[in-house]
Each structure stands twice: as C-alpha cells, then as structure tokens.
C-alpha cells in the first residue's frame, strides 16, 4: 500500500513539474515551451551594410551658406550591438523569455581642425530617445547635437513619403533624393533636416533656414 502511494506522489509531482514547465508561451504566440530562457542574435544583411555608398574611411567635405567648409574624415566601421528583453506572456515564468541582440554600426567622421563631426549609425533594432517605441531598420545622421532619423528601405525609394526626387544643389544634379526631419522631439523642427540617397550618401544637412550645409565632393 505504502508503494502505491508513494508512486501515485511521484506521478502527481511529475505531473505538476511538466504542467509548470509548459505553462509559458513564446513572445511569438508559438506553442507553450519550458519555461527557459533563450538568446537570439539578429544580422543587418549586407544590402543594408551598403545602404550608404560609406566605406568607413572616407571624407565628407562640405560648404555652409556661410561660406564656411569642413573635411570629415571617417574614421572606420565600427560594429556594435543592441539590446531588447522580450518576457514570456504568462505570469508563471517570472522574468524568464528571450535576450535579443541586435546588430548595428557606426561611422564618425571628423574634422579635426574645426572640432566637427559627422556620425552615421545604422540600426537593425533602435530604442529612440524621448519616444516609447523602438525602431527597426534605423539610420541615424547627428552634426551640431541634432539628430535625423530615417528608415534605411525609404532612402532613394519613389513610393516613400520622404522622396523628393531629383534636384539641382550648388550647380549639381543629384537624383532619388530623400528628405529626413529632425526627429528630436524636444525641439520637433521640420525646418531642420537631412537630404540624402543610396548613391552620395549626405549631400545636405539643414540645421535650420539659417544654416544649411551642402556636398562637396
């Protein structure tokens, strides 16, 4: 009687062990899975690697409406990632679910003699500042503590709504040009901008209607 019992005790315990092990579900709706943490890695492809014609080393020279220059000079591809926690759905995990990590690089361009800098950052997956959302796909453009943002599948894309098409910039034509507001929202200006495409990369960068930088070379 006494190993009945006590082998009904295990079969009820293992019971309850393989009921807790399969009360969580993946952040994904998936099919209930133990209640084990998983890491998962995420790779910009190599299109997006080459969303902007940049190597890492090269220079961007450009002139103010002031008649002001500055020779930016790269200084390399730098790699990097970034982090988001998904938790399972059901309270029974506690604070188990998946580590996500995310793939993203940088290029600072600098002119030493000015003491100015360009810094290109491309994201897989961005959790902006001052917003309570993320971000997947991000390319970044900060000069002078201003900040543009743009999604890198809209650049040089004619059914995006931040085409503008072609136009003529300090006597030069420049095509499939995409057009990036400041996206601080603390100083929410849609005076201040960006003009960009997949060929040239940066050609303007408007601080505001009294400051405007444009390409060089």
Known sequence: MK???YSSILVCIGLISLFILQSCQRPDGSDDKPCVGTTENYY???KQKNTLPYSGFDTISMVSNLGDT????GTGKQFFKTYEFV???KPSCGNTGT???YEA???TFIDSTRKEDIEINHYFYHSVKYYSYAIYDDVTITFKENTWH???FQISDPTSRTYL???ELNGKMYSSISKTPNSDIVKDDTTSFTLLNRKNGIIRIQINPNEKWTILN
């Open 150 to 152: 743009i999604s890198d």
């Open 165 to 167: 098409g072609d136009l």
């Open 99 to 101: 580590e996500k990590y």
């Open 44 to 46: 910009l492809s190599d």
């Open 87 to 89: 938790p399972y759905s």
């Open 3 to 5: 190993i009945i019992l």
């Open 70 to 73: 500055i020779q930016c000079i």
């Open 105 to 107: 690089y940088k290029i």
